[in-house]
């Protein structure tokens, strides 16, 4: 019923419910046409998909100015855009896919042995193989193949274009066998794991806010045919504000599953989406493929990200690795690796025991290993530096 009271008026602004949502209004944004003169480095358009080449990437961010241009392009794809990207051959050199993958077969096979891990948010329980903390322990079981992994320059623009400096890496494998369900179409962290009733408790604005603290990405560890299973999109389904609670009404599922597009993959690829995107991962029809992705989740410096993850420890185990690649990396993927690495931010802190010095906050893990790095410093003092700054921040 219409009504002119102000004060509903302002209710309704503020408080989304799920009642409320509209697929109407939901479909005219979600019909949106994705057009490749609105980007001018993308490759081309596939199924209202950005596809970009990874090598016109990494040249048009070769200087300055291209760099902000291209990072203002691949912010506004995820933001109004389509909300998903996929960059091809994202990872040149096979070697540093498949000495990754060996390491997450090999963690897969420990869990089997050792019935645990395991789960999945939005799959049923058996459908896949899953490694929480996929980041900490791949740098911890080869930090030498770390450094070269997230030392990739296509994985740094998308999380900085998105997020900003100071980012944190976090990571989860999943393996889909053949015959593993598909996923229910969802929204991603933070709001995307939460029941009605608690996302109606949250004004709008944090429904607005909640995509821009995290950015999901997968890195394809082998091909990917449709017939794998890889995940479903549909694209600009993220601009809905309430699409966080429309996807618990049965309209907007079904919406999704006569609406959604996939696209095959190769191993190296990386697809980055806006976590409020609606997305699924598909069902695997193969008889033989084990679709194996690293599921990126990546979090704003300003929020936490979902995983407890020890940085102080593979930093210190990753520091000797990327001495030792020295001259082999470059510069640039020397401090990608150490970004995906090390704590980035300076808060929370004790401000008593470790004031900012020289500045408005105190030296980051992140500032600690750079610094380490260009005086060459012994494994051992980084080791003591890293403990001494971990214990400054306790209260």
């Known amino acids: ?27 005219a944004l979600a019909e949106k046409t994705t057009l490749l003169a609105d980007y001018p480095t993308a490759d081309r358009i596939d199924k209202n998909v950005l596809i970009y080449e990874s090598r016109k990437v990494i040249a048009a961010i070769a200087d300055p100015h291209g760099r902000r241009a291209v990072l203002a392009e691949i912010c506004e794809a995820f933001g109004e855009g389509p909300g998903v990207v996929v960059f091809k051959h994202a990872y040149e050199d096979p070697s540093v896919i498949d000495g990754a993958s060996r390491i997450f077969d090999d963690l897969i096979e420990g869990q089997h042995r050792t019935s645990t891990g395991g789960g999945d948010h939005f799959a049923k329980p058996g459908a896949n193989d899953r490694i929480w903390n996929s980041l900490e322990k791949h740098c911890l079981a080869d930090p030498a193949n770390f450094a070269k992994y997230y030392g990739n320059a296509i994985v740094a623009i998308a999380s900085e274009a998105w997020l900003g400096p100071g980012y944190q890496m976090t990571a989860q494998v999943n393996r889909v066998n053949p015959g593993g ?43 990917m045919p449709l017939e794998s299973g890889p995940t479903l999109f549909l694209p600009h389904s993220q601009t809905y504000v309430p699409g966080y609670l429309a996807l618990k009404r049965q309209e907007f599922k079904d919406y999704f599953e006569e609406n959604h597009v996939q696209l095959p993959l190769e191993k190296g690829d990386v697809v980055f989406f806006n976590p409020a995107l609606f997305h699924a991962a598909g069902t695997n029809r193969s008889a033989n493929i084990r679709r194996l992705a690293n599921l990126l989740q990546v979090s704003s410096a300003f929020g936490r990200a979902m995983e407890t993850v020890n940085r102080e420890r593979m930093s210190a185990k990753l520091f000797p690795a990327l001495k030792a690649l020295k ?63 971990a214990e400054r921040k306790l209260s």
Not at 3 to 21: F, G, I, S, Y
Not at 183 to 191: C, G, M, T
């Open 181 to 223: 369900a598909a996923q229910s179409a969802h929204r991603d962290y933070h709001l995307g794991f939460q029941a009605s009733k608690v996302i109606e408790q949250f004004p709008s604005h944090v429904h607005r806010l909640s995509p821009v603290l995290t950015l999901q990405g997968a890195v394809a560890h082998c091909d």
């Open 1 to 27: 019923m219409k009504t002119d009271n102000p004060q509903k008026l302002r209710a309704d602004r503020v408080w989304l419910t799920e009642d409320a949502c509209d697929l109407d209004e939901f479909r």
């Open 327 to 389: 001259g082999r990396l470059s510069d640039a993927e020397i401090a990608n690796a150490v970004a995906a690495c090390a704590e980035g931010y300076s808060f929370p802190t004790n401000l008593d025991r470790d004031p900012p010095l020289g500045g408005l906050a105190p030296k980051t893990q992140s500032q600690l290993m750079h610094e380490a790095l260009r005086q060459g410093w012994s494994d051992e003092a980084l080791v003591t530096a890293l403990a001494e700054q």
